[in-house]
């Protein structure tokens, strides 16, 4: 284990002035202080984040998983215009989901949108695609409309 100057200093310090702490309590001491230091920057959430498109009625393509911390991975299917959906046990069972999509060319294509929600009913990840605010299949095919739109899915401890 690699120790920082200071940390040998405290550790050479405590060891010379205190005969009654020996070099297994002191070394016991920087391993849990180091754990601590790691175990807070780790997220509090469990994490997906995917490229998608979709083509017709067909389901959502995952094109590229950008992170996916969740242990599973998602599986999307086409449910009804413009209604796609991933459903899993994870996502009905835990009620501290939450959800982001990124997509769309607004300055070329502003009545092209697509929305995601969680459903805590059914336990469905629930992305609609709208042209002019009417359901509408395909939206994410285009390379100018939503192709590639970057979803993301959050559980959170």
Do not use: H
């Not at 995917?50 to 950008?66: E, I, K, M």
């Not at 459903?87 to 607004?106: H, Q, S």
């Not at 059914?122 to 939503?146: A, P, T, W």
């Amino acid at each position: 284990m690699d120790f920082t100057q200071k940390e040998i200093e405290v550790r050479n310090s405590v060891v010379n002035t205190n005969n009654s702490i020996n070099n297994t309590d002191v070394y016991q001491e920087l391993i849990l202080r180091k754990l601590l230091q790691l175990t807070a920057n780790v997220a509090p959430y469990k994490v997906y984040t995917a490229l998608l498109s979709q083509y017709g009625t067909d389901a959502p393509v995952v094109r590229n998983v950008l992170e996916n911390t969740l242990g599973f991975t998602p599986i999307w299917i086409y449910d009804d215009l413009g209604t796609y959906l991933s459903n899993n046990a994870e996502w009905l069972t835990n009620n501290k989901v939450t959800t982001f999509i990124n997509c769309g060319n607004f300055t070329t294509y502003p009545k092209f949108t697509a929305k995601i929600n969680y459903s805590r009913e059914y336990g469905n990840i629930i992305i609609n695609s709208y042209n002019n605010n009417v359901s509408f299949n395909g939206i994410l095919s285009d390379e100018d409309l939503l192709y590639l739109t970057t979803v993301e899915i959050r559980i959170y401890n």
